[in-house]
């Protein structure tokens, strides 16, 4: 299973990765056949797939798109990133005036960075289910994920339990949790806030110093109170076309129950900005930033900055 995770996310990788406009008929137009060739092909995929950096939070939050990033240290070496997540997109079921939803999803993050190598495959599934409330389409959402993963640096494998309830507005006027506000048809602001309960369960993290490997952080193993806040805005619209974006999510956690060795109160902050090259907000260059403890990490502070490529598929 791990091996077949790892070739999808290679397929779905080179697949971005090379052009679609190479495909267009010489002898059309040049405009017109780059629409039809690379916008087609990549709205047919989006119907099946969505390709992101990660995909935490609630399965109505916004993400960051997948990054890649290639680093040149000296004559004939170089390192390179990889975060990509790449989640399958099934019908609903449930019965009036309940929705659900199950979703499978395969992570995969590659650092080749000597001072912190990563290499890690994640599945998972999240179980959404909805209360609708009235005839403007608002309901009371919830989210159940069970993560496992593969660690090959560490040689271990962590896994994860996070439920997540939170309230949206659907099509109710007024600035309620889910509110989407656009311009023109374009999305200009979105944000959603969810409150829950998380349990991580993390062996030691280890990292190579000086050619030795050396213990960041004790094992974990604890239950967390979580509140988060998502939100999206698209800036200056009519000065960057709409391509400009901002993509963040800041998480508090209370842990209730675990490990004495993990803090009692602690923050992640996420921030990714991307200036997409295309109107369909396909392929961009941006930054992201990330500043707190993270259970990824076994909840070690940090402050993290990335620059690199930007690539994402469906909404």
């Given amino acids: ?50 390709v992101r950096k990660s995909f935490t939070g609630t399965t109505k939050d916004a993400n960051a798109p997948a990054t890649i990033v290639v680093e040149t ?102 600035p309620w949790p889910g509110l989407h506000l656009k311009l023109n048809g374009e999305e200009l602001f979105y944000y959603l806030p969810s409150i829950g309960i998380e349990h991580y369960s993390k062996l030691a993290l280890k990292e190579q110093q ?32 709409e391509q400009l974006s901002i993509i963040g999510t800041i998480t508090q956690r209370i842990r209730f129950a675990g490990d004495p060795s993990i803090p009692k109160d602690s923050t992640l902050s996420q921030l990714s900005l991307t200036y997409f090259f295309d109107r369909s907000r396909n392929y961009g260059f941006g930054v992201d930033y990330q500043n707190g403890r993270d259970p990824d990490r076994n909840f070690v502070a940090q402050t993290r900055t990335s620059i690199g490529l930007k690539f994402q598929i469906g909404k």
Wanted: aromatic share 12%; with cysteine; net charge negative.
């Fill in 1 to 50: 299973m791990i091996l077949y995770a790892r070739a999808v996310c290679l397929v779905i990788f080179s697949m971005l990765m090379f052009p679609l406009s190479t495909l267009a008929d010489p002898t059309a137009d040049s405009s017109s056949a780059s629409e039809v060739t690379s916008a087609a092909p990549i709205d047919r995929l989006a119907q099946y797939i969505t």
């Fill in 73 to 174: 240290a000296s004559p004939g070496s170089s390192d390179t990133a990889v975060d990509i997540g790449v989640k399958g997109k099934l019908p609903d079921f449930g019965t009036d005036p309940f929705t659900l939803n199950l979703s499978p999803a395969i992570e995969w993050h590659k650092s080749t960075l000597e001072e912190n190598p990563v290499d890690k495959l994640s599945i998972d599934a999240t179980l959404f289910v909805a209360r609708f409330l009235s005839t403007f389409n608002d309901y009371i959402g919830s989210d159940l994920k069970y993560k496992i993963a593969r660690d090959f640096v560490l040689d271990n494998n962590p896994n994860s339990i996070v439920w997540r309830i939170f309230y949206h507005t659907g099509e109710r006027p007024g």
């Fill in 210 to 241: 000086f050619g030795q490997s050396v213990q960041l952080a004790p094992p974990v193993s604890g239950s967390f109170y979580a509140l988060a806040l998502n939100f999206f805005l698209n800036p200056f619209p009519a000065t960057f076309n």
